[in-house]
């Protein structure tokens, strides 16, 4: 149990496009899931933590307006990179939490933008 | 102070070896511990939740110690495929974790 599925998992896209990565869990609800960060050899930075209907809370420093993130359901949560730029490559993982304490990661999805 | 604060090693150790690490977390009001491994551009897995009363799962030991803030990992009879970064992470308070910037283990043949 506790399958997090992340797609895509790889794109490669033009600086100035948008990118949309969908978190589903696939076999409990997640009634919080949580977006992260990563880039190379450095460790999980926490963008925003989502809640099911309700606006996402962003860390400090954390753009909402560029990475915007909806919780439409217990299951999905999706996160769109806007006007992408090659800074924003990156490692993207979300996690998912419901009834149990653990959380879990999907296999993220890694940004290139060119 | 970081909030988590693991050393990065590298830990460079031989099969068959036994290798501990540890995890200080600053705030005393921390509610939840996890252990968690990640290899090289995957995601992190959880690996066990750390109990009060320490738990042990097959080669793994996980310890908790509140009195001096740490929590600590384990690993006997090291395996080639022990190999990976170790990430601690810390529940304070709602669901929010908050994470060590891991620690390296390499295991040599």
């Known amino acids: 149990g506790a399958v997090v599925s992340q797609h895509p998992s790889r794109v490669i896209c033009k600086s100035g496009t948008s990118v949309k990565i969908e978190c589903r869990s696939l076999d409990f609800q997640a009634t919080t899931m949580f977006w992260y960060r990563q880039f190379p050899k450095q460790s999980l930075m926490l963008m925003a933590t989502?809640?099911?209907?309700?606006?996402?809370?962003?860390e400090q420093g954390v753009e909402k307006d560029k990475f915007l993130i909806n919780h439409a359901s217990l299951t999905l949560s999706t996160l769109t990179v806007t006007s992408a730029h090659p800074e924003d490559s990156s490692f993207y993982i979300c996690?998912?939490?419901?009834?149990?304490?653990?959380?879990?990661f999907g296999p993220g999805t890694r940004l290139t933008v060119l | 102070r970081k909030e988590v604060e693991q050393d990065p090693g590298p830990f460079n150790v031989p099969e068959g070896a036994t290798v501990a690490f540890n995890c200080t977390y600053s705030n005393s009001a921390s509610q939840s511990f996890f252990w968690y491994r990640q290899d090289c551009r995957k995601e992190p897995k959880l690996l066990m939740s750390?109990?009060?009363s320490g738990n042990e799962d097959g080669r793994f030991t996980a310890q908790l110690n509140r009195a001096s803030q740490y929590i600590s990992l384990l690993i006997r009879d090291s395996k080639l495929s022990d190999s990976a970064t170790y990430l601690c992470a810390i529940n304070n308070a709602g669901n929010m974790l908050t994470f060590g910037g891991g620690t390296r283990l390499m295991v040599k043949p």
């Open positions: 989502s809640n099911e209907g309700s606006k996402a809370t962003y």
């Open positions: 750390v109990y009060s």
């Open positions: 996690s998912a939490k419901g009834v149990r304490r653990e959380q879990f």
